[in-house]
């Protein structure tokens, strides 16, 4: 049975963090770590930025952030949803922009587009004269 996550907001980093593992401001690709989960004098784990995952290799314990969250505190997924949105402040809510609102690029002020404009039936692809 495939878990629905609630948003893919919480970063991998500040679970690690939190449960005491000490990483450089790297927030891409793959860093080899020592792992927080047991006690390790030689880096066992591997931390994955881009897909927001992790696995140690010594202790077996993979997964995102909500994984780490349900092991480390053994609990469930609800309940792993509601600890991280309690401790760091997301996993309920989103941080993107909604559609019509402002955001700043560049030092100007920008307004996001409220959607493309719809195509009558018959008429994708390409048209005919």
Do not use: W
Request: some cysteine; proline content about 5%.
């Amino acid at each position: 049975m495939r878990r629905k996550l609630p948003d893919k907001d919480l970063q991998i980093k500040d679970v690690l963090i939190h449960y005491g593992l000490k990483l450089p401001n790297k927030t891409y690709g793959r860093l080899s770590v020592l792992c927080p989960f047991h006690g390790d004098s030689r880096k066992s784990a591997v931390v994955d930025f881009d897909t927001q995952s992790f696995c140690c290799f010594a202790c077996d314990v993979k997964g995102d952030g909500y994984d780490l969250i349900q092991y480390k505190e053994g609990i469930n997924f609800s309940e792993a949803v509601s600890f991280a949105k309690r401790i760091f402040n997301q996993g309920g809510t989103s941080l993107r922009k909604k559609r019509g609102q402002s955001i700043t690029v560049f030092g100007r002020e920008r307004t996001i587009p409220t959607g493309r404009k719809s195509i009558p039936p018959g008429r994708r692809g390409r048209t005919s004269s």
